[in-house]
């Protein structure tokens, strides 16, 4: 597999030289600046094309094209939306950048109750906890009928956290789920925005009566008119899981399993219509076997995230090393060894040493992430050479 880094663009504190140095081979970024629903002209893809070949890398993958929430729900405007989304599209194609990462989750991407979780070792990590994800759903979104998702003993428990939980934590809650894992790759909501959930609400509004069934035709409908495009200029779309694999918020998830995965491949039967495999988004989900879903469906991924997780009781998940816990990220690389440059990025690694008080984005330190990457290094090594 390709050895490639998630980089946030000339903004970012880590910088292209950093990375070579590393090992790092190509670089997964995106046009941050360029607003969701926007076209990506050709002249602005090149111009962060060549920057980054200047470096003596290459841009293997975008991650991300944002699908416009709109396209999602099918508002008035979704066909000039996706109209916008092919001409982005070819013209990425025409710069050479054949692999395009997106997702299609609604309002919310990536969900962590904490973004600073101290383990044993003294290194800090991304954590899930049910029970105060409850509390800031029943509690401070104060959504309808929220209660009916959650078994009693969680309710009882967040109950209890409303008795203690103090409003710096409360605030401290609402960054963490709506702003900090949001707002730096284009999300709907980002730091410094007044009254953010008031701005989380009305976007939760917009997918009132959307189930399962009609986000699913939604999702169908937009692969109809831009995977065409894709095979027309040899780019592979390829979707991102589910994070959490499983309903948040009222709202519908449709890339959390195996049959997930298995329809909408199908409702859409063309090779460049594929999958983002995250073993980390897919092990949080008790119901999966990472390693099967890797053999069932190698030949229609087009990207891996390689990290992994734990889950705890009461529905609970943690960031795993990665060398350890349910992504089983050994035996991944030893399925994927067969597909020739796959681009394989490390992802959501330990905050550690002099990185902890630096500005970064959360889950994409420097030194977590250089750590990760020489470990899976190592384990592509072994594949490699047949030793294990």
Not at 18 to 40: F, K, Y
Not at 355 to 364: L, R
Request: with cysteine; hydrophobic share 40%.
């Amino acid at each position: 597999m390709e050895k490639t880094w998630r980089w946030f663009g000339k903004n970012d504190i880590i910088t292209l030289s950093d990375l070579r140095q590393i090992g790092v081979e190509g670089i997964v970024t995106a046009l941050h600046h360029i607003p969701n629903g926007e076209m990506w002209s050709l002249e602005e893809i090149n111009r962060l094309k060549k920057y980054i070949e200047d470096a003596g890398l290459r841009w293997s993958v975008v991650e991300s094209l944002p699908v416009s929430e709109s396209i999602k729900y099918a508002g008035p405007d979704r066909d000039r939306l996706i109209e916008n989304y092919k001409v982005s599209l070819a013209n990425l194609g025409k710069a050479g950048v054949k692999t395009v990462c997106y997702n299609f989750m609604p309002v919310i991407d990536w969900i962590r109750t904490d973004l600073k979780h101290k383990q044993d070792d003294g290194t800090y990590t991304l954590y899930f906890d049910r029970v105060r994800f409850a509390y800031f759903d029943i509690h401070i979104l104060k959504r309808e009928n929220a209660e009916k998702d959650y078994p009693a003993e969680i309710l009882e428990q967040a109950q209890t956290l409303a008795t203690t939980i103090t409003e710096a934590e409360k605030e401290e809650l609402i960054d963490n789920i709506i702003v900090k894992t949001q707002g730096f790759v284009n999300g709907n909501i980002k730091e410094g925005d007044q009254n953010p959930v008031a701005i989380f609400n009305r976007l939760l509004a917009q997918y009132k009566g959307i189930d399962k069934h009609t986000l699913r035709e939604n999702y169908k409908y937009f692969l109809e008119q831009v995977v065409p495009v894709a095979e027309a200029y040899d780019v592979n779309l390829c979707v991102h899981p589910d994070d959490p694999p499983f309903p948040v918020l009222g709202l519908p998830r449709i890339v959390t399993s195996e049959e997930d995965i298995d329809w909408f491949l199908k409702a859409v039967d063309n090779p460049h219509n594929g999958l983002t495999f995250c073993a980390g988004s897919l092990s949080a989900g008790i119901h999966n076997d990472v390693p099967a879903l890797a053999r069932k469906f190698a030949s229609r991924t087009h990207f891996v995230h390689l990290r992994s997780t734990n889950v705890l009781p009461g529905g609970n998940f943690i960031e795993a090393s990665h060398l350890g816990g349910r992504g089983h990220l050994l035996e991944l690389i030893k399925i994927f060894k067969d597909y020739p440059r796959l681009p394989m990025r490390v992802d959501h690694a330990p905050l550690m040493l002099t990185d902890v008080d630096k500005k970064y984005n959360p889950g994409y330190s420097f030194l977590g992430r250089m750590k990760a990457l020489g470990e899976v290094s190592g384990m592509m090594h072994a594949v490699s050479q047949g030793i294990c």
